[in-house]
């Protein structure tokens, strides 16, 4: 690690800005929040997957007594979606319901009991109509359906589109299709030495944040409107509601409260957050909804079920002559950011391993369950799964050390990917390296304990997208700063603390620039009539993204700081620094002076000291139509060695130990990384031994119905399912970064699940090409070992579907080095 | 979020006002100890009391009396679950009991949660531990409001699952359960057995009036002898996770050998995977009074084995906990066996 010792703040551990009030349960949540007169909202929801909204009467509802308001879909018609591509959702179902847990109407009340009471007193009168659960069914032809779920028998006499979820669907249910083609394939798998065939599963999981949303709106009297909200992105849901609300956006008011865990799925703008604003201009009362446990399982944006064909040629050097990708994503209910998930499932292949030609198909389906979205790791665990679990059966084809096999190949630093992605640095070999020589990989690995498996892992991560969700050339990042005669640095700034530490990131910026006290610093986020624009908190972006706004901002106030400081004490600017709260001459000719003195020489000299700093990342990728969806400014790379023990007659099995080496670029602040990393692999880790979001469906069961929509009956791990981990950060120091930043939140994640499927393997032999890897599963392959067959469990069939053709892609002009 | 319904809360300070309460107010009334079960299925309607009858200032349900000469531990209702884990004569004597009670859900919950409340465990089911809006759009089942058993469409009766860490050990270590209900003024107080206390019909599963109120437990001695020679007690539990589970299958054994190693006395239950625990009387005759070959233990096995009847209502697959089932025994054996 090539440490800048001199820094005061950057690289250290200091305790999180916010850390304290947590600690000590005096952060605000949004569900903390009480107004005086405060009204309590519930929303009733669909029983029946897919079905037409024929009535809905709420005349009851309004006389129940504690009941000050109702409204239906038709209130607030305007429908919306977080891409312009997909603006499917409504605040309240209008015309038909998609899923369980699709919301017709609303009521507000003096308590949530009343609230709650009241749903009952609501008649909805539904057609049912045929619902689709599956990937396969999704796929049909709409002239192919289908069957009338009260009966569960064909129903010839239903008209085809009635089993249409959205007409806007490219066809059928099949929301969006994608066909790109780098290179040429056909050529690369002919001249590979080793051609593998492979099909992964994928299940879908729940981002299972312990704040359960939460919202509360406010109709001033002068006709603004308020919205507290537990939110990742304040910025777009400040964009929906003056939509949906057909207001000047001026007149909205948008604040993120801090955010009890996010992962993702606060990032889209929701049906509660329009529906208090709506409640609380018809009541002229504040209102509050705050989703319960269930609730938030419905609205999920989780990680999408995808199902995976993947085909690739090597030669005997391990090299990659062609790899091609066909994904099939259930999508659940709506769009979501469902068409750039799907973009994501091909897009991020090609950055650890030169490809040298490629090809992606993708489809994903709609489907009358929970709308799937972005999840840590948004669209690329599922292929990374995949990817490194096909390495690791190469390796063994080719009886190489997996480690080897990836170190042999990797994207080298200053390079383009295949797919016109650029890739500065790459600390992939030295993750590698290092997890490895920890863990002890090469020798453990050979060892024939049975019971005793290692396996290994990479990924790579974007550090924010290169383009924002909606079309326009202004900044990603915004930053105001203002500094106080007494020595108080205000920062302000559209970005989302959502635990990750952004806030804390923002002080040790400017404490590092201004040479004073974190404590000095005080942060102002997250509130749309006080800070300027920030994208919000996704892909990975805000510490990249802030971090070079912040240094824009606060880089002139240091030199008007310095240069008044240089006038006063007579000695030239340049031989000044700020250090430790103090204006210091660098060889120590002068007497120091305080910051809070300088800071007024400042304002004598410049007036009201402030200054606004902006980011836009660099404009980079390909042309082709889909290009948008991979480009970022740097990209984190990450390895992962687990060591499992699993009991060969029950499957049964622990994780030991994780070792996870993480190119963070540069730590901006240490201890908070380490944090990121350990949360990413305990993530990593939940989703791949027990965690799905999966629903009921055959002819014995209502259809649809969330099996587990409970903190109990959706497994994760617990803390005594949670290994050591040993964490080890690589600074590759990248140009694009704050001080070399990149990424933390999402890339750790990434190599964890394909790791535990490989020592699996290593441990008994049995190769789980499916996610979750569950005792059952791995119980099976040791059956069929015993009796002589395959140990391999997972998927066995693949639809059969024809794809667009191809777009072609020429690769870039010079596709090794910039 | 999920609001806990309003209902008047007593709180009595002798067993005979509680179950007074309870004889007073009738079906509205429901006793409350730990309520780590009770409270979160009051959220989803499950229950509907109105008055809620509190156990814990009653000094009689919070008794832990162990007599060495004979008559073995009485154990009050209400004593919490960590104390049944933690307690030295408990892990000294009856180390099954003390697993079993340090395997319910989480610390926090076991602090809260008492044995008499885990022996009365409501039988649970994937279609029923569900809220109110879910059980509505299922069409509501069996068990509660509705009149089909999801599990099996064809079952005349609820098929939940018991689900108590404790109770198989219960039966495998013969206890007699103590309940009292009201008779006119005075108590009234009656003995059952464990393996009575349960039965195998996950809507109507204990053995007791609305009215009664578990008091007490009482184990008998079990000697560990010398040597390794004596009983040797277990219990095995299969969950997903390591904690904040309940089990999917609960395998409580109870053997006594003889100076020469045969088995004087077997005992094996199995748990969660029928509407009660499930005694094993088969293969516990197989081995009584005979040496522990391999191929009794396999027999033995297998009758035990055959008990289990899981079915899709819990969570990992049915097919799965019926492999365990075995492989779970053939682990106990394998302990006893191995001193």
Redesign the interface.
């Known amino acids: 690690m090539n440490k800048n010792n001199n820094y005061q703040w950057i690289g250290k551990s200091w305790t999180k800005v916010d850390g304290l009030a947590k600690a000590k349960g005096e952060t605000v949540y949004a569900d903390d929040l009480f107004l005086p007169r405060m009204l309590y909202a519930k929303m009733l929801r669909s029983p029946h997957p897919h079905a037409r909204i024929k009535s809905i009467d709420i005349s009851k509802a309004l006389k129940r007594s504690g009941v000050v308001a109702a409204m239906t879909g038709k209130d607030l018609p305007i429908p919306f979606g977080i891409l312009p591509v997909s603006q499917d959702e409504e605040t309240l179902c209008v015309d038909k319901v998609r899923m369980i847990g699709d919301p017709v109407a609303a009521v507000a009340a003096i308590d949530e009991e009343t609230a709650e009471a009241a749903l009952e007193d609501i008649v909805v009168e539904y057609e049912i109509l045929p619902s689709i659960l599956t990937i396969e069914d999704g796929l049909k032809p709409l002239s192919e359906r289908p069957v009338r779920e009260e009966s569960g028998l064909p129903a010839p006499d239903v008209p085809a589109a009635e089993a249409q979820i959205h007409e806007y669907a490219d066809s059928g249910n099949i929301h969006k299709q994608v066909a790109l083609e780098f290179g040429d394939t056909e050529t690369g798998f002919a001249e590979a030495d080793h051609i593998r065939e492979e099909l992964f599963y994928y299940e879908g999981n729940t981002h299972l944040p312990m704040e359960e949303h939460s919202a509360v709106a406010q109709h001033g009297a002068d006709g603004r409107v308020t919205l507290w909200s537990s939110t990742q992105t304040p910025h777009y849901v400040h964009r929906a509601l003056a939509k949906v609300l057909e207001m000047p956006a001026s007149q909205i008011r948008v604040i993120a409260t801090p955010v009890g865990g996010g992962f993702g799925g606060k990032t889209d703008p929701f049906q509660h957050e329009m529906v208090v604003c709506k409640l609380a201009m018809m009541t002229g009362r504040p209102v509050k909804l705050t989703l319960t446990r269930e609730e938030v399982f419905y609205t999920h944006r989780g990680r999408h079920p995808v199902l995976m064909f993947v085909k690739a040629g090597m030669k005997s050097d391990g090299s990659i002559t062609a790899l091609h990708f066909r994904n099939f994503l259930d999508g659940g209910a709506y769009g979501s950011y469902g068409v750039a998930s799907t973009f994501y499932t091909g897009a991020l292949q090609t950055v650890t391993y030169p490809i040298a030609n490629y090809k992606f198909e993708a489809m994903r389906v709609f489907t009358n369950k929970a709308p799937c979205g972005p999840k840590r790791g948004h669209g690329t665990p599922q292929p990374r799964f995949a990817l490194e679990v096909l390495l690791d059966k190469f390796a063994e084809d080719l009886n190489l050390d997996p480690a080897e096999l990836r170190l042999r190949h990797l994207m080298p630093d200053n390079s383009k990917t295949i797919n016109h992605l650029t890739v500065t640095t790459n600390g992939l070999g030295e993750c590698i390296r290092k997890v490895t020589e920890s863990s002890g990989f090469q020798k453990r690995r050979t060892e024939s304990t049975l019971g005793k498996g290692i396996g290994l892992g990479c990924g790579s991560y974007l550090s924010g997208a290169g383009l924002p969700i909606y079309w326009n050339k202004m900044p990603h990042s915004g930053v105001q700063i203002k500094i106080d005669r007494g020595g108080g640095v205000t920062i302000f700034c559209g970005s989302t603390d959502i635990g990750q530490g952004s806030n804390s990131v923002l002080a040790g910026i400017v404490a590092e620039e201004l040479g004073i006290g974190i404590e000095q610093v005080i942060v102002v986020t997250a509130d749309t009539d006080l800070t300027p624009v920030d994208l919000g908190s996704y892909s990975s972006r805000v510490t990249l993204m802030i971090g070079n706004a912040t240094l824009a901002a606060v880089r002139p106030l240091r030199e008007q700081i310095l240069s008044a400081t240089a006038e006063v004490l007579k000695i030239p600017a340049e031989k000044l620094t700020l250090r430790r709260g103090q204006v210091v001459s660098k060889n120590g000719s002068v007497e120091p002076v305080s910051f809070v003195d300088a800071v007024q020489w400042a304002e004598t000299k410049f007036g009201t000291l402030g200054s606004v700093g902006s980011y836009t990342p660099p404009r980079r990728g390909g042309k082709f139509k889909g290009a948008g969806v991979g480009p970022s400014p740097n990209y984190s790379y990450s390895a992962c060695v687990a060591e499992v023990t699993c009991d060969p007659e029950s499957g049964l099995y622990s994780v030991d130990k994780l070792w996870l080496a993480h190119d963070i670029g540069q730590a901006i602040n240490e201890k908070l990384v380490i944090g990121q990393v350990e949360g990413g692999a305990y993530m990593g880790l939940s989703e791949a031994t027990m965690e799905a979001q999966v629903y009921r469906a055959g002819k014995d069961n209502p259809a649809g119905l969330h099996k587990t929509p409970s903190m109990l009956d959706y497994k994760s791990l617990t803390a005594l399912d949670m290994p050591e981990v040993e964490t080890i950060l690589i600074e590759t120091h990248d140009p694009e970064g704050p001080y070399g930043a990149k990424e933390a939140g999402q890339g750790p994640l990434l190599p964890i699940m394909p790791a535990i499927a490989n020592a699996i393997n290593n441990a008994v032999g049995v190769r789980v090409d499916e996610v979750p890897i569950t005792p059952e599963k791995i119980f099976q392959g040791l059956q069929n070992l015993k009796k002589g067959k395959s140990g391999r469990i997972g998927p066995k069939k693949f639809p059969k579907i024809t794809f667009p053709e191809a777009l072609k892609v020429e690769p870039p002009e010079d596709n090794s080095v910039l | ?3 806990l ?2 209902f008047e809360y007593h709180a009595p300070k002798s067993i005979a006002e509680a179950v007074a309460l309870k004889a007073e107010y009738g079906e509205l009334a429901m006793y409350v100890a730990g309520g780590t079960d009770l409270f979160p299925n009051m959220k989803r309607q499950q229950f509907t009391p109105q008055n809620l009858i509190g156990l814990r200032k009653i000094p009689e349900l919070f008794q832990l009396v162990f007599d060495q000469d004979g008559t073995g531990l009485t154990l009050g209702a209400g004593v919490s679950l960590n104390e049944v884990a933690e307690h030295p004569d408990i892990l000294k004597n009856y180390p099954a009991l003390a697993k079993a009670a340090s395997l319910v859900s ?1 610390p926090q919950l076991r602090n809260m949660g008492t044995i008499g409340g885990n022996l009365c465990l409501d039988t649970r089911c ?1 279609y029923y ?3 109110y ?2 059980r ?4 509501f089942c069996l068990k509660k409001s509705g009149d089909t058993c ?1 599990v099996a ?1 064809s079952s005349p009766k609820c098929l939940a699952v018991s689900s108590s860490d404790c109770a198989p050990v219960m039966v495998a270590l013969e206890a007699e359960f103590c309940l009292a209900s009201p008779a006119g003024e005075a108590v009234k107080t009656r003995i059952v057995p464990a393996s009575e206390f349960y039965k195998n019909d996950g809507a109507n599963f204990l053995n007791k009036t609305a009215d009664e109120l578990l008091v007490s437990i009482r184990l008998p001695t079990y000697y560990s002898g010398k040597s390794g020679i004596g009983w040797k007690m277990n219990y095995r539990k299969l969950s ?6 309940f089990p999917l299958l609960g395998v409580a054994t109870a053997f006594r050998q003889k100076d020469n190693g045969d088995c004087a006395e077997a005992r094996i239950v199995l748990g969660a995977v029928g509407s009660s625990p499930l005694r094993a009387d088969e293969a516990e005759k197989i081995l009584q009074d005979g040496s522990l070959t391999l191929e009794r233990i396999e027999d033995a096995v297998q009758a035990a084995a055959k008990l289990a009847k899981p079915l899709d209502n819990t ?3 049915l097919s ?1 906990r019926k ?2 089932a075995s ?1 779970f025994i053939t682990e106990a054996f394998n302990e006893v066996l191995k001193v």
């Open positions: 979020m999920l609001r319904p309003p989480a994937t531990n569900q809220s809006q879910w509505k759009a299922l069409g999801w469409r997903r996770r390591n904690a904040i589970d969570d990992m697959t799965y492999k365990m492989r």
